[in-house]
């Protein structure tokens, strides 16, 4: 699906603005909120002065070169950071208008709203029904039906019928693509309101990229969708609305700090930039 | 050609890629091949040696006698029953106190402690160091704690089962905390992110993928422990038992302690029963440690 080759630059006449720019609020109904949040691994700041609003049933696409914080931001959107020694976010991130950093906010429930699908597929080395399972099962969520479950999460996430005779086989022998919609369908079972995707196709074959985009598509219906992606094509391609985000070297250290340059509609940001970074970046010039 | 010039203007010296020294065949990388072969031939003639000695010697001795009969001052009817019965019974003992103190111990230093933390990095240090401890330290130590608490007599299974688990305790931990870090992160990610709390990952996660390493680890530790007789020795462990050990409170010989004390006899039949015991012993570890590397390339995990 690589219609651009690096040497052709995206210009606007190549990007058809998505169907829904038309129908597509000025100001995103946003479900989750970032308010001059700064992102630090101890004293690095990472990612500075965030604002930023991801519309509910939207898919928002950060994109940016690398190191420009984008991954890191995405991370912090569900506490996924929090992992990490000496990760700190100031500022607010606010989930339904509730601050997720607040004091005695669960983190563990911020990530059970808020679903994470990764770079690499990662199944656990379980079968394809427990790979599914397992998240209704860890959370105690009430289920009529465990098998059900597993039907609706498979069915949705477009894998039913690839793998509806070998439930019980692990996880492992599945494709690559396969793996990484079994992931999805994972974080679909466990019903969030958000799923954050952080470069979703980048370990996949262009067939299995396209798949995991109309996937996208079909989720919008139900989910917020954020999806940090290296793929500028990619971006144009599913977002309704596109962040892009650069970073500056700081003056007296030298440390790259990820800022947000601009954040608009896909086909007002690849189409007509307002900052000549981004327009940089999206033509080829740099990144 | 033009390339070639080029190269040689360079003052690149080599425009052949004949050897320059000898390359592969040369006199030093053959010297040294020489070498390690000699080193390899000189371990390899000493245990051979000893396995072929001891198997020669203690060959007319390793009859059902040696499984069945008790300790006896007389060669010929004497056999290594309760030293057998005594290290199953001590190694059963140190498995269920060591194992499951050093997996919570290796978890907890893996999965839960904060490595910015100076006590957590200072535990870390000195696991790493106790490995390398002497075991008759351990001896010591057991011997201290029983005294203690205010123990009489310190000749008895749980006691040489405490000595020894002290004794392999470090090796379980750093060999769990092995296996705990070879799952790789995402593992841990993908089930964070599914809201999971880090003790059901662990639990669901993290240790069911490192039990082939968990097993392998503790399956060699415990065959250090069979083979160990100082810190028995010092915990006055008995040489002359004509009884099976029945409880954790009762007196016991293992294999170890067993031939050393008949080692040191003056009759030659006691050499050869010592010798049949050695042999026994050695049958034991081979099958341990086969066991464990059979357990590592059987559920090795290919992620």
Redesign the interface.
């Known amino acids: 699906m690589e219609t651009n080759s690096p040497d052709q630059p995206a210009s606007s006449a190549t990007v058809r603005p998505t169907p829904s720019d038309v129908a597509l609020p000025d100001q995103p109904d946003a479900v989750l909120t970032c308010d001059n949040v700064d992102v630090y691994y101890g004293s690095f700041k990472a990612v500075e002065q965030v604002n930023l609003g991801f519309g509910l049933n939207e898919i928002t696409a950060l994109i940016g070169p690398s190191g420009c914080g984008k991954s890191t931001l995405l991370r912090s959107l ?1 506490r ?1 950071n929090d ?1 990490v ?2 990760a700190r976010v100031a500022g607010t991130v606010s989930f339904m208008n509730e601050d997720i950093y607040g004091p005695g906010v669960d983190a ?2 911020v ?2 709203r808020i ?2 699908v ?1 770079q ?1 597929p ?4 379980k079968s394809i029904y427990d790979n599914i399972a ?2 209704a099962r ?2 105690g969520m009430k289920v009529s039906s465990m098998d059900d479950l597993v039907e609706e999460a498979l069915t949705r996430a477009a894998l039913w019928d690839e793998v509806k005779d070998k439930l019980k086989q692990s996880a492992y022998g599945l494709s690559g693509g396969q793996q990484q919609r079994l ?1 999805i369908a ?2 679909i079972a ?1 019903k969030p309101d958000v799923i954050l995707m952080d470069e979703p196709c980048s370990a996949l074959d262009p067939i299995a990229t396209m798949r995991i985009e109309d996937l996208m598509q079909e989720l919008r219906k139900d989910y917020t969708i954020v999806i940090v992606t290296h793929n500028m094509q990619q971006a144009a391609r599913v977002a309704d609305r596109t962040a892009f985000f650069t970073a500056l070297p700081d003056e007296t250290t030298g440390n790259r700090t990820g800022v947000l340059v601009e954040y608009g509609k896909t086909g007002q940001i690849f189409g007509a930039p307002n900052d000549k970074r981004t327009e940089d970046y999206i033509s080829g010039r740099f990144g | 050609m033009a390339s070639l010039g080029k190269l040689a203007a360079q003052g690149a010296a080599a425009t052949t890629l004949k050897s320059q020294n000898g390359g592969e065949y040369s006199a030093r990388a053959i010297g040294f091949l020489f070498a390690l072969w000699f080193s390899l031939f000189v371990a390899v003639l000493f245990l051979g040696t000893l396995i072929i000695v001891t198997v020669i010697e203690g060959a007319p001795k390793f009859s059902l006698n040696l499984f069945t009969e008790y300790s006896s001052s007389n060669p010929d009817n004497a056999g290594a029953r309760a030293a057998i019965f005594g290290s199953v019974f001590v190694i059963a003992t140190t498995a269920v106190l060591a194992i499951p103190l050093g997996v919570a111990a290796a978890t907890y230093l893996e999965e839960f402690a ?3 933390r100076w006590w957590n990095r200072l535990i870390e240090l000195n696991v790493q160091n106790l490995a390398a401890v002497p075991s008759i330290v351990y001896g010591l130590l057991t011997l201290g704690l029983l005294a203690t608490v205010g123990f009489k007599s310190k000749n008895f299974v749980l006691a040489g089962g405490i000595a020894l688990a002290l004794l392999i305790l470090p090796v379980i931990v750093i060999a769990t905390r092995e296996a705990i870090r070879s799952v ?1 992160s ?12 880090p003790w ?1 990952t662990v639990w ?2 993290i240790l069911p ?1 490192s039990i082939p390493g968990i097993a392998t680890g503790s399956i060699l530790a415990l065959s250090r422990a069979l083979g160990e007789a100082a810190p028995l020795l010092l915990l006055g462990a008995l040489v002359y038992v004509t009884f099976d050990p029945t409880s954790l409170m009762s007196g016991f010989t293992t294999m170890p302690i067993q031939i050393f004390s008949w080692t040191g006899r003056p009759q030659e039949g006691f050499h050869e029963l010592a010798a049949a015991a050695s042999i026994l012993l050695l049958v034991l570890l081979v099958i341990m440690n086969g066991l464990a590397i059979f357990i590592r390339n059987r559920f090795q ?1 290919r992620w």
């Not at chain 1, 990662?122 to 080395?125: A, C, D, S, Y």
């Open positions: 569900n996924m992992l020694e000496g563990i429930e990530r059970r679903g994470m990764f690499k990662n199944p656990f080395p397992y998240g860890v959370t992931c994972r974080t466990i | 904060d490595k910015r790789p995402e593992i841990r990610q993908g089930s964070l992110a599914l809201g999971a709390s059901q669901r996660q993928s995990k």
